[in-house]
């Protein structure tokens, strides 16, 4: 098998398997359309930039099937997901800021969130982990995305 199809084999499952709490996107947010399931997120694709029309044309911003959004591994151990929720905060093109959460950890280690992205421009989710003894946040990482019409 040459170099360019093991690379092609590799991005393929990096983008269409399924992620629990794998150490490559440790703190590291994701975006784009993906799937929950007894603690699993299946990752149909992701990027940084998309188009508000075809995500809303496939029902992506709907509660049923795969849905736009962004996720992040947060920790699988029980001892974080017994002491450590998530929230999350998305900012608009506007600067407008919307916090939500807390949440429960999901038992593949990560925390997810549904983004409403039906404006056009640059978007920023950013992650914490919130104490569940003192309510405490801690950032854990962030991504600016691009909607486009």
């Not at 360019?4 to 150490?23: C, H, N, Q």
């Not at 099937?65 to 151990?77: A, K, L, M, V, Y």
């Not at 905060?89 to 038992?107: H, L």
């Amino acid at each position: 098998m040459s170099l360019s199809k093991i690379s092609i084999a590799l991005a393929a499952t990096a983008v269409l398997g399924t992620f629990g709490a794998s150490p490559a996107y440790a703190g590291s947010p994701q975006c784009g359309v993906f799937t929950e399931d007894t603690g699993t997120i299946s990752i149909v694709t992701e990027g940084t930039q998309f188009s508000t029309s075809q995500l809303l044309n496939a029902g992506r911003f709907s509660a049923v099937g795969p849905q736009f959004g962004c996720w992040t591994e947060i920790g699988r151990s029980d001892e974080i997901r017994g002491t450590q929720m998530y929230s999350y905060r998305i900012t608009d093109p506007k600067g407008q800021s919307n916090e939500f959460g807390p949440y429960g950890i999901q038992s593949g280690g990560f925390g997810s969130g549904a983004i409403p992205a039906l404006h056009d421009g640059t978007w920023k989710v950013e992650f914490f982990t919130v104490s569940r003894d003192n309510g405490a946040k801690a950032f854990v990482g962030s991504i600016t995305f691009k909607m486009d019409p």
